[in-house]
Each structure stands twice: as structure tokens, then as C-alpha cells.
């Protein structure tokens, strides 16, 4: 019901974009500007590039609204896009720089701070460790299962669309995820 | 509906029960058949408890806050992209359809080659054109020249000879 409802009402903003009022568009930015950015960060891990990404995403589909048909779901047209942004630049970053890790590019583009939310230092350094250790599980997935966790986990999406973000089937998605949630159960299982 | 029994979700290649179960998304009455089915099944059992941990622990990894300024960008950018020359506007759609289809990335470079290639033998074509003429008449002249010059010695030859006499013929023998 919930998922109509915004089906909805994304569709109705983008195709008012269609018509010329810019201001659907400030809300659909609104409404999508930081699940965007968090799934783009979390891929590519380095938040100045993820905002790159995001801005080409929303230009993209700003660029699109006179063609813009409500064929699909807003959120998986513009996941989709944000997919394939996002895994081109991977694509690209591992050409340019062979197969050196991503996590070079977290020590060298940015540090992590850890937020300090009323806990300890050595609260908050454990927490930090362990982030550190998730961060790593998750980057050592396959690219499509980490897409496939990331919409999963963070961003709540059913199995029918992250199929169509990925362009693959329902099946094809159950079974990348199993074999994703599999690795990083092993892979993280001295943390349960 | 009221069959409370469920085949096991790992042998029958139907773990996204599980992974539902965990995520908290599986409906009440699965939920339910599940939970009756791990009572008496270690595997599922032991997979559920790994998958919400790993599924808790999951939550720690938080993302980044968003610069302030990203909307300001963002709309700078499509103002910059609005004023782009049509020309312009129309090679990208073009441009980034072609970085979407590999394969046809060589037939394009070929196509652009042979392009270049036809477009340089018609300029070829064109200016040595008038000139190859001209060459061959240089030389067809040259060799009448040379030819009637070797004529008039020839002729020169013949005119200053001196005159044979039988006697003389006897001299020279």
C-alpha cells in the first residue's frame, strides 16, 4: 500500500517536472537526495565522489524529464541509474589504478571520523573497529551482490526491485543475496 | 492454511524466508510456520541466529553527513548544462549511448577510420589530379626534343662528312 503510494506520488512530482515546475523537483530531491548518497557512499566509499554520482544522478533524470514516462518505479529508474554510475566508476577506478583497494582510497581521499555520541573514547573505538571490519566484509563482495546487499539491508527494497535496479531476475536476486549474506556471515562471524 | 507444516527453506533453495525472517519482514503467519520449523530444525536454526547478528551489526555501518552545499551544486550544474550549445546537447545523448554499448565502441572507430581514410583519398584524389597530366606531357615533349636533336646531328653528320673516293678507300685499307 505504502509502496503505491509513493509510486504515486514520485511519478506525479517528476511528471509536473515534465510540465516546467522546477519545484517538484526540489521535493523529489528532497525525498531521495540522501538515500541516493548513502547507497553511492557505500559502494564507492569515498563521500566527495558519492555526491559527485548523486548530482550526475539528478541531473540525469532532471535531463530526462521530457521523456519521463511512469512506466516503473520512480526509486528503481533512479536506482538504477545510481547503479550504474556507481559501478562504471569502480569499473574505471580499478582500470586506471589496477586492482589497488578501495581501501587506499578511504585513507587517502578522507578519515573517518568516529562520532562521538555521548560514549567513551574506548566505546567509540571498538565501534570504530567494528565498522572498519564490516566496511571491509562488504567491500569484498562481488559487485552485484554488494548493490544487491546495500539496497537489501540499508535502503529496504523488495527482492521484484532490486531485480529491476539490477536488471536481472527475482530468482537471480534471492540467490546473489543468499550467497552475499553467506560470505559476510563467515566473514564477520567472530563478531556474533 | 491451516497445514503448519514448512519443508525446510535451506533444502528447498527457499532461504529468502530466512533472511525475511531476520530482516522482520516475513508476514505473521510464515513468521510463524517458520519459527515452529526451526524448533526442530539446527541448520535453520543456527543460520537465523548468524544472519541477525550479522544483520544487527550490519546497522553500525552509518553513512556520511551530506555537504551543505550539494543542492547548490547540483543546480549550478543543470544551469550550466541548460546554457550547453544545442549541438552540444545533442552529441550527448549520442555519446552516452555509446558508452552503454561496448561493442559497438570498434565498430565506431572503424567506421570514423574509414571515414578519414575515404576522406583523404578524395582530397588526394582531387590535387595530384591536374598535375599527373602535365608530367606526362613534360616527358612525351622531352623525348621529341631529344629525338630531333639526335635527327639534326644526324643530319650535321652526313652534311660534313668527307666526300669517299675509291682511291681514298684504297689509302685507308
Given amino acids: 500500500m505504502m509502496a503505491v503510494a509513493t509510486l504515486e506520488r514520485d511519478a506525479e512530482l517528476m511528471l509536473r517536472v515534465r510540465e516546467g515546475d522546477t519545484e517538484s523537483f526540489t521535493l523529489l530531491l528532497e525525498r531521495h537526495r540522501s538515500p541516493v548518497i548513502h547507497f553511492l557512499y557505500r559502494i564507492v566509499q569515498n563521500q566527495s565522489v558519492a555526491e559527485e554520482l548523486a548530482q550526475e544522478v539528478f541531473l540525469r533524470v532532471y535531463r530526462s524529464r521530457a521523456n519521463y514516462e511512469p512506466t516503473a518505479k520512480f526509486t528503481t529508474w533512479l536506482f538504477r541509474i545510481a547503479s550504474h554510475l556507481a559501478l562504471n566508476w569502480i569499473r574505471d577506478r580499478r582500470h586506471e589504478r589496477g586492482q589497488e583497494s578501495l581501501d587506499q582510497e578511504t585513507q587517502d581521499g578522507m578519515v573517518r571520523q568516529v562520532s562521538d555520541r555521548g560514549v567513551s573514547a574506548e566505546h567509540a573505538l571498538v565501534r570504530e573497529s567494528k565498522f572498519e571490519e564490516i566496511r571491509r566484509a562488504i567491500q569484498g563482495l562481488p559487485e552485484k551482490q554488494k548493490a544487491a546487499v546495500l539496497m537489501h539491508k540499508y535502503e529496504e527494497m523488495e527482492y521484484s526491485q532490486i531485480a529491476a535496479v539490477l536488471e536481472c531476475s527475482e530468482s537471480a536476486v534471492k540467490s546473489l543475496l543468499f550467497r552475499a549474506y553467506e560470505s559476510l556471515r563467515a566473514r564477520l562471524a567472530h563478531m556474533a | ?173
Avoid at chain 2, 528447498?12 to 530482516?23: E, F, K, R
Avoid at chain 2, 549511448?97 to 574509414?114: D, E, F, H, R, T
Fill in chain 2, 1 to 173: 492454511m491451516n497445514d503448519t507444516k514448512m519443508t525446510c527453506p535451506l533444502q528447498t533453495d527457499n532461504a529468502d524466508v530466512l533472511l525475511d525472517y531476520c530482516a522482520r519482514v516475513l508476514d505473521p503467519e510464515r513468521k510463524a510456520m517458520l519459527e515452529l520449523h526451526m524448533a526442530h530444525c539446527a541448520d535453520c536454526r543456527e543460520m537465523a541466529e548468524a544472519q541477525t547478528q550479522i544483520w544487527a551489526a550490519m546497522d553500525l555501518y552509518d553513512a556520511e553527513p551530506i555537504s551543505a552545499d550539494f543542492d547548490r551544486k547540483l543546480y549550478a550544474k543543470i544551469a550550466e548544462r541548460e546554457t550547453v550549445p544545442v549541438w552540444e546537447r545533442l552529441r550527448a545523448p549520442v555519446r552516452e549511448y555509446l558508452q552503454g554499448q561496448p561493442a559497438w565502441k570498434p565498430v565506431l572507430s572503424i567506421a570514423a577510420a574509414s571515414a578519414a581514410l575515404a576522406l583523404v583519398f578524395l582530397v588526394r584524389n582531387d590535387v595530384p589530379a591536374p598535375v599527373a597530366p602535365s608530367a606526362i606531357v613534360i616527358d612525351v615533349r622531352e623525348v621529341e626534343q631529344a629525338e630531333r636533336a639526335l635527327e639534326d646531328i644526324e643530319m650535321l653528320r652526313q652534311l660534313d662528312a668527307p666526300v669517299v673516293t675509291d682511291s681514298s678507300q684504297k689509302d685507308v685499307l
